[in-house]
Structures are given as C-alpha cells and as structure tokens.
C-alpha cells in the first residue's frame, strides 16, 4: 500500500508543474499591462519601468518563467493589489474557511447520497426509486444562487432559526486561531456556544452547495447497486440465505462504492468552483470571496494564486481518492502495479 501511495503522489507532481506552468502563462496573456495594473492609471513612465525591474517585467520570457516557478515553490505570490498584503498570508487565512464549507458540503453529499441511492437501486421501479431519480434531476438542474436565497427567504428571514450570512456571531467572535476551522477551533478551545454558532451558520450554505453533489452520488450510488445487484457472488449469496439488509448494506454497497468514491473525488472540484457564488451569497470569507474581490480589482497575482492553491487541494484530495479505493478494493492497488 505505501508504494501505492508513493506512485500516486508522483504521479501528481507533473500535473502540478503544468499548473505552475500554466499560470505563468495566464499572467502574461491576461489583458493589458501588469506592470500598469500594479502601479496605478496615474503612474508615470519611470514609475511604470520601476514596477517593471521590481517585479522582473522586463527580463526575458524565460527568466521569468523560472522566477515564478521558483517564487511559486518558495510560496510568494508577492503583493495584492487591493490590500497591499501579502497574498500568501490573505490565502492562509481564507483558505480554511473554503475548506470547512467545502467538507461539511461534501460530508452532507455522502452520507445523504449513499443511502439514497442504495433505497433506489433496491427497490428499482418502484415510488422510492423514482423520487429519488426525480430529486437527483432537481438537484442538478437547481441554480445554487436562487436556492442560496429561498434557504436564506425561509429559514433566516421568516423563521428566524438560522443566521443570515458570515461565518460566526460578532458578539461571540472567532475561537483561538489554530487550524483556522471554526468547528475544530472552537473545540480545541472548549468553546461549545462557539461551536454551537459556527455550526449553525455552516448549515444554509453548506446545505446549498452539496445539493449537486448529492444528487450525482445518489444517481451513481443507484447505477452501482444495480449492476452489482446482477453478480454471480449476488445470487449466491441470496441462494445461501444472507439477510437483504446485511447482503445490501456490507456485501453489494462495498463492491458497488468504487464508482461513487470516484465521483467524490471529481466532486470536490465542482464544489470549490461553486462555492464562489454561495460564498458571496452567504458573506463567507473563503476563496471565493477573495476571488471575486481579486477579479473586480484586477488583482491578477491574487487571481492566479487562488488558482494554483485550488488546484494544488484539488490534487492531493485525488491521491487520497486513490488511496481510500485502494483500501476499499485491494486490487486497485494490485492492478496499479
């Protein structure tokens, strides 16, 4: 298994090379001058050529591609433009916010989708199968924005039960910065009313965005079980008088999850990038928000660093996608060999 483990994370590193690579490439084709961008519209031309040297602008394309390289690896993504801070530094604190929404809308997708589309797979043609099968389309054809606002309409405006927007209550305040996640922050403080408030406004928008995801693993899930439902080993289990819950839930899920724990994997992609627009519905301070804020103030080396930071996540969120198949199935492992 560590060998495994070690092929797949070599295996990632030329797909992170080319994001690299890639990224300096879309910091010279983006429209218009960054040197001009960074300096200012009232900068003069010696102001302008100043940016130029300071930033090595003016060197050839190929020096330049291996100072971004070399600062990307080194973590410097140099200044933002709108805040004059640190872009590493915004990132690391932005990040974790993205993350915990992005889990816990993952963990909602998995534990809902799974049992869901193993109801459907089991009682194939029947009312079950076709709610679900109806859902899965309503789930994927659902604008995340306009349920973003109906959720927030109903639970915060007419009931009042669920905040409106932003990440913590003011008046109770953030726990002690340690791993930048408020639900294990707060923990390791032994704050509950603190846990109990990030929980609270985790629900809407992590609510909001794993509807897509939910509705893809339970259509999945259902596509599975049932063509593992029409195994040999299947028949001969019922023949030998195996239970149908303990068959269903042990035998058929585990041989049938392989697909799904796939799908999970190219999911957490799809909800980083939805998660932009929940975030700014929602005033959460992750990623998206500064991406958004990033790309109304032409902050190009912000913009591109999120986009390496997303993609470096993304990656190691695969391996460990890989990894848990191997856990699951063995043979993965055998037939990466």
């Known amino acids: 298994m560590l060998s495994y483990v070690v092929r797949r994370l070599l295996l990632a590193l030329p797909a992170l090379l080319g994001l690299v690579f890639l990224t300096f490439v879309l910091s010279r084709v983006i429209p218009g ?10 900068a ?13 602008l003016d060197r050839p394309i190929l020096e330049q591609a291996v100072i971004h390289i070399r600062q990307v690896l080194t973590g410097d993504f140099g200044r933002s433009v709108f805040s004059g801070r640190p872009v590493a530094e915004e990132i690391g604190q932005r990040l974790p916010a993205t993350l915990e929404l992005t889990f816990a809308a993952l963990f909602l997708s998995t534990i809902l989708g799974i049992p869901l589309g193993l109801l459907a797979a089991v009682n194939h043609n029947g009312p079950v199968d076709h709610l679900v099968r109806l859902l899965s389309v309503g789930g994927l054809a659902m604008a995340s924005f306009w349920l973003a606002i109906m959720l927030q309409l109903v639970f915060s405006m007419d ?10 209550d003011v008046e109770i305040g953030m726990p002690p910065w340690r ?32 509807l897509p995801g939910l509705a893809t693993i339970a259509r999945f899930t259902r596509s599975g079980v049932l063509e593992t439902l029409q195994k040999d080993f299947v028949l001969y289990a019922r023949a030998a008088g195996y239970g149908r819950v303990r068959l269903n839930a042990i035998y058929v899920l585990r041989n049938a999850v392989n697909m799904v724990v796939t799908q999970i994997g190219l999911l957490f992609g799809a909800l980083i990038s939805g998660a932009v627009a929940v975030e700014a519905i929602f005033d959460w301070p992750g990623l ?50």
């Open 179 to 210: 791993t930048g996640l408020v639900l294990i922050d707060s923990l390791l403080a032994g704050r509950l009313d603190m846990f109990w408030d990030g929980l609270l406004h985790l629900v809407l928008p992590a609510v909001t965005l794993c």
């Open 159 to 168: 009931l009042d039960i669920l905040p409106l927007r932003g990440r913590v």
């Open 44 to 56: 003069t031309p010696a102001q302008l050529a100043e940016i130029r040297a300071q930033y090595g």
């Open 288 to 337: 998206g928000t500064y991406a958004v804020q990033a790309i109304l103030s032409a902050d190009y080396k912000a913009l591109l660093a999120v986009t390496l930071v997303v993609g470096v996540v993304y990656a190691v969120v695969n391996v460990l996608v890989d990894v848990a198949q191997a856990l699951i199935d063995p043979r993965v492992a055998e037939d990466a060999r």
């Open 33 to 42: 001058d960054p040197a001009a961008t960074l300096a200012g519209d009232a």
